[in-house]
């Protein structure tokens, strides 16, 4: 099939389905719905990204991208997604890379935690947690966190020290959770407990509620902006109904692990439009700014610039797009996790390498907050959150080898 042209037509700006490219994986769908999630970005996102960066997104944006039939596009219609027939996991790349467009301040960040909050809930929740709590996320009402990390416990999920104790029909849970995003917005948290002995076996996923007297939640400044509200939790004596158990006591580990794959290939495809935009940005400064009476362009150390963000953005898409294949063919979610672990540190250390010498070309211009590089200074400081959350870049090499060593 070929695709026709969409966005920008600078080679390697747009992933190569949209420059006229053949691709396996996207079909009339996915071009539909890539049309309606860009128009988004540029009509009411953008116009008011600087704005929201210094003053935070408003929440009411997660109910209008699922009007628009964005945000829903994840999720099963039987908990008030908004799937078309030939819904499979390229639509929610799309959704993720186009999003990232927007060029950096995770406005809408709150809408992928959603989606890595929710998963235990739909698989292990009871009937009546999946009542109160996935229409009202899934259609932008209302918000859910994923409560995991603590202060001395984040790569170490197995050693976490929150505690609930049983006492009668309800746990009483004590302890604290750092880093976590979105914890302003939250409605709801997917939060990891010890209901049982130490490690992995003694874990339970519980849900919290904001109401619940002794939840105490408050903002954590960032190196990166206010559109990402990440938070500090303290938990005090907080009451929560034994039904709020999502699946059963001690089982949260398994259920927390089977998240991590879809979370990562989620950051992968931000992290692989973030460092295009640094190329996009690149290439465009660099054909206009004039040194030494050329343009940056026939400077052939710039040319090599360009060309290493381009090969390695290039690489990272088709990597990208190999592992979400393998979600489409249900492949078992066991199997994923060395490929998923292998996917998000090739995505980090791309952006990474991508901001760096978009940086360069951008010079002076990259280090002020305002002008043509403003893009690039702000997601030269984001690139840390994509090399540390969700699995550090150091735990999943590990991981992905680990696993082969049966360690
Ligand atoms: C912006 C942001 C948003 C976040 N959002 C959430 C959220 O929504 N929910 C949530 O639960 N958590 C969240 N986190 C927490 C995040 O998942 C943890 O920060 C991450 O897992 C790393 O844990 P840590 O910071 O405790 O580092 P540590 O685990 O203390 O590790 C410190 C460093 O040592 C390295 N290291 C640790 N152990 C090993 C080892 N065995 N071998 C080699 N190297 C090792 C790590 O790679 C890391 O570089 C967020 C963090 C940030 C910064």
């Known amino acids: 099939m070929t695709s026709e042209r969409f966005g920008e037509q600078i080679p390697f700006c747009e992933p190569h389905w949209y420059q006229g490219g053949y691709s396996p994986y996207y079909n009339d769908g996915h071009k539909k719905f890539r049309a309606v999630v860009r128009k988004f970005v540029e ?32 999720y099963p219609n039987e908990h008030g997604g908004t799937q078309p027939k030939d819904y499979d996991i ?23 935690i959603n989606s890595m909050a929710l998963p235990p809930i739909m698989i292990a929740g009871s009937a009546e947690i999946k009542k109160k709590v996935l229409r009202d996320v899934i ?47 939250g409605d ?24 619940m007297p002794g939840v105490n939640v408050r903002k954590m400044e960032t190196q990166f902006d206010n559109s990402h509200n ?8 907080v009451r929560v109904p034994v039904s709020n158990l999502i699946g059963t006591e001690n089982a949260g580990f398994k259920l927390i692990m089977h998240n991590f794959n879809h979370e990562r290939l ?19 400064y660099a054909l206009q700014r004039t040194t030494f009476n050329k343009r940056l362009i026939e400077h052939q150390i710039i040319r090599m610039k360009l060309a290493e963000m381009a090969r390695l953005i290039e690489a990272l898409q088709d990597n990208l797009d190999r592992v979400a294949f393998q979600f489409k063919c249900n492949i078992p ?21 991508c901001a760096r010498e978009a940086s360069q070309i951008f010079g002076g211009n990259s280090i002020v907050k305002e002008g ?36």
């Not at 116009?47 to 109910?63: M, R």
């Open 43 to 74: 009509d009411e996102i953008k116009p008011n990204l600087d704005k929201w960066i210094k003053e935070g997104y408003p929440v009411e944006l997660h109910k209008r991208s699922y009007e628009l039939g964005i945000q829903g596009i994840i």
């Open 90 to 112: 390229f639509y929610e790349l799309v959704m993720c890379d186009e999003l990232a467009r927007a060029g950096g301040g995770n406005v809408l960040g709150q809408s992928g």
């Open 139 to 185: 259609s932008g009402e209302k918000n859910i966190c994923l409560a995991i990390s603590e202060p001395t416990a984040g790569s170490d999920v197995a050693n976490i020290r929150t505690t609930a104790v049983r006492q009668g029909d309800h746990y009483v849970v004590n302890g604290t959770k750092k880093w976590i995003t979105g914890g302003l917005f």
């Open 188 to 211: 709801f948290f997917t939060t990891a407990v010890r209901t049982g002995g130490e490690g992995a076996g003694g874990i339970s996923l519980l849900l919290l509620e904001k109401n």
């Open 230 to 237: 990440t938070t500090f939790i303290n938990l005090e004596d």
């Open 266 to 284: 989620v950051l992968a495809a931000g992290a692989c439009r973030a460092a295009r935009l640094c190329y996009e940005q690149s290439i465009k």
């Open 333 to 353: 979610q066991q199997k994923l996790g060395g490929p998923c672990a292998l996917l998000k540190v090739n995505a980090s250390k791309t952006f990474e390498f």
């Open 372 to 407: 043509k590089g403003k893009v690039i200074e702000r997601l030269y400081r984001e690139v840390r959150s994509a090399a540390i959350p969700g699995g550090s870049e150091e735990i999943l090499l590990d991981l992905s080898i680990r696993q082969i060593a049966k360690l």
